[in-house]
């Protein structure tokens, strides 16, 4: 394995080997400390243009698990159709995988998949870094090529429009199903199962794609990477729908921002982000606590939500928003993941009210 080295915007270096595709590449590091579910957070579309380090030591140990298309074009094991991270960074890769469900090693999956892994990093300094500092900008380059990587620009890039869809895809249409239009900002494979499992028929669409003259009984907007004010076209088109005050809406995590941003409210940047499968959150005005699943750099910020909304989930930890609700409409949004995949499914309950409404 090549000796690979991760510089940081700060000058700080971390060296390792290299045990992934290689390759020098940039991007936004940030950390996630779960300690599962390696497959499902490399194929989230929401990890586009980030080098996403593990905090949890061991990984690969498990494997990975075959890449198949279930009969309604969704993968049945992955979040999307490929690898959206830019790299991934741990401490321990475990040579061997053990995993009824495994087909091949986590280093074959990446070379095969053209990304880059780094083993033997201290992770744990790195996030100590991260958490002191804030996000920051990083290289991965090859010790034999020191001057080899691209210059890493996160900030203003629209890597929504990178990981949408290009045009209108259907499933499980019916004449007499209710119809939910799904605003594709980066969505998670397992949100769309979610719907599906609920019997709705779902209308993906592009994220600037002008949904207004479809006919359709409730609106999603979905997650998606990188920051919400990249996307007015999104939110313009979401303020046309908001104009029928009875229309179902339901966002979660890109979608709880640009609700709020539709909403009125101001969006800013968290220092390091939520990125774990144990954030705590309270359903404001109850003690009703849940463990969610979480990956996201920007919030909603509380103090700009206008008269007629208000915050709907509250961090335990941060105090930060994590989902808004409206007064007298029936929209609403998460910042977490209900859906998980990997990670705990406390409040996958919220499909079901989202679908109550339709």
């Not at 790299?87 to 995993?99: L, T």
């Not at 719907?195 to 592009?206: E, G, H, N, W």
């Not at 499914?345 to 919220?350: Q, S």
């Amino acid at each position: 394995m090549k000796n690979v080295t991760l510089i940081l915007d700060d000058g700080s270096r971390f060296h390792g080997k290299s045990f992934g595709y290689e390759k020098p590449v940039a991007g936004e590091v940030v950390f996630n400390t779960a300690m599962t579910g390696y497959p499902e957070s490399l194929t989230d579309p929401s990890y586009a243009g980030q080098l996403m380090t593990l905090t949890y030591p061991l990984v690969g140990n498990y494997g990975v698990p075959p890449f198949s298309i279930e009969p309604g074009g969704l993968a049945t094991f992955m979040e999307s159709e490929r690898i959206h991270a830019e790299a991934i960074i741990v401490s321990d890769y475990s040579q061997e995988y053990s995993h009824w469900n495994a087909v091949e090693s986590l280093a074959d999956w990446l070379k095969r998949e053209q990304v880059p892994g780094i083993t033997g990093i201290d992770t744990r300094e790195l996030t100590k870094v991260l958490r002191e500092h804030g996000v920051m900008m990083g290289r991965i380059v090859f010790d034999d090529e020191p001057e080899s990587a691209p210059e890493a620009v996160y900030s203003g890039v629209n890597y929504v429009d990178k990981v949408s869809c290009k045009e209108v895809i259907r499933y499980n249409e019916g004449a007499d199903k209710k119809k939910v239009v799904l605003v594709d900002c980066g969505v998670k494979t397992n949100i769309i199962r979610c719907l599906l499992r609920r019997d709705v028929a779902v209308i993906r669409v592009p994220w600037n794609y002008d949904f207004n003259h479809l006919k359709f009984d409730g609106l999603f907007i979905s997650n998606g990477p990188g920051d919400p004010d990249t996307c007015d076209a999104a939110v313009q088109n979401i303020r046309k729908a908001m104009q029928n005050p009875k229309l179902p809406i339901f966002g979660i995590c890109m979608g709880n921002q640009l609700l709020s941003k539709a909403g009125g409210a101001k969006i800013y940047k968290l220092k390091y982000g939520h990125r774990s499968h144990n954030q705590p959150v309270r359903m404001v005005g109850t003690e009703r606590c849940f463990i969610t699943s979480q990956n996201h750099g920007y919030a909603v910020d509380n103090n700009t939500l206008g008269t007629d909304w208000e915050p709907l989930f509250i961090n335990m930890n941060d105090g930060s928003n994590e989902g808004i609700r409206h007064k007298t409409n029936p929209w609403f949004s998460a910042q977490f993941h209900p859906e998980a995949a990997s990670g705990p499914t406390d409040t996958e309950f919220l499909f079901d009210e989202f679908v109550k409404l339709l």
